[in-house]
């Protein structure tokens, strides 16, 4: 079966930190995008770190720099997303996915989603950040 499963989302108290991964099987990260994605109550999906795994290139949004961190071992065909300092804003269903297309990271965060058919999506992890 192909497919991606996030976990390790949860209740922390704001200035936490949590570590979410994410499992692909039935296929490899190679030379492949992979992002991850959240969505807010009530507030649109946006793009939080995407990065391709071809030429490097990488995008962090804005409202987490510095404080969220994507990583990557390929031996156990996972991705990870550092979450540090969290804050109550940072509160959301967190999505990891991967497309075979060799996009940079800037566009298959802000860009290709809502564009696209993207390959793989997994069913999301939630956090929770209390003020």
């Known amino acids: 079966e192909v497919q991606l499963a996030e976990s390790g989302g949860g209740l922390v108290q704001a200035g936490g930190s949590l570590r979410l991964s994410c499992v692909a099987s039935g296929f490899t990260f190679d030379d492949m995008t992979i992002g991850w994605f959240r969505q807010a109550p009530g507030k649109e999906r946006e793009g939080v770190s995407c990065?391709?795994?071809?030429?490097?290139?990488?995008y962090t949004a804005d409202s987490v720099k510095g404080r969220f961190t994507f990583s990557r071992d390929n031996a156990k065909n996972t991705a990870y997303l550092q979450l540090n300092y969290l804050k109550p804003e940072d509160t959301a269903v967190y999505y990891c996915?991967?497309?075979?297309?060799?996009?940079?990271?800037?566009?298959?965060?802000?860009?290709?989603?809502?564009?696209?058919?993207?390959?793989?999506w997994g069913k999301g992890t939630l956090v929770t950040v209390s003020s």
């Open positions: 990065i391709s795994l071809t030429d490097g290139r990488s």
């Open positions: 996915a991967a497309d075979r297309r060799p996009w940079g990271g800037t566009y298959f965060c802000r860009t290709a989603p809502f564009n696209y058919d993207l390959d793989y």
